[in-house]
């Protein structure tokens, strides 16, 4: 099965910064998408950013311009630099992942929220005014 392991959340003011990790096994990162997503109390989870095998990211609105995610190849870890962070921020973050495809002569997945279906155990994170 896959395994996902974040780590990094806080509780912080509104203004400041976090930055999460996700430590994935290396077959897990060399063969899966991945993301972040999260949740807050009696809520869907909801798609925050995804940074497909191609290099492509795609971020939710309400995190554009604050939320960076990017990856480690030589660590097989995926982060997430969240700056500016606002109240509304405050959920529990997960760690996402589904199966690569075959996309433009690369594997890869479409740059979007959709099918991740994998998640490890979260990470809260909590701002407050």
């Known amino acids: 099965q896959v395994q996902l392991a974040e780590s990094g959340g806080g509780s912080v003011q509104a203004g400041g910064s976090l930055s999460l990790s996700c430590a994935a096994s290396r077959y897990t990162y060399s063969t899966y998408c991945m993301g972040w997503f999260r949740q807050t109390p009696g809520k869907e989870r909801e798609g925050v950013a995804v940074?497909?095998?191609?290099?492509?990211?795609t971020y939710a609105d309400s995190v554009k311009g604050r939320f960076t995610i990017s990856r480690d190849n030589a660590k097989n870890t995926l982060y997430l630099q969240m700056n500016s962070l606002k109240p509304e921020d405050t959920a529990m973050y997960y760690c996402?992942?589904?199966?690569?495809?075959?996309?433009?002569?690369?594997?890869?997945?479409?740059?979007?929220?959709?099918?991740?279906?994998?998640w490890g155990q979260g990470t809260q994170v909590t701002v407050s005014s």
């Open positions: 996402a992942a589904k199966p690569a495809s075959w996309l433009s002569g690369s594997l890869s997945c479409y740059p979007d929220f959709g099918e991740y279906r994998n």
């Open positions: 940074i497909p095998k191609d290099g492509t990211t």
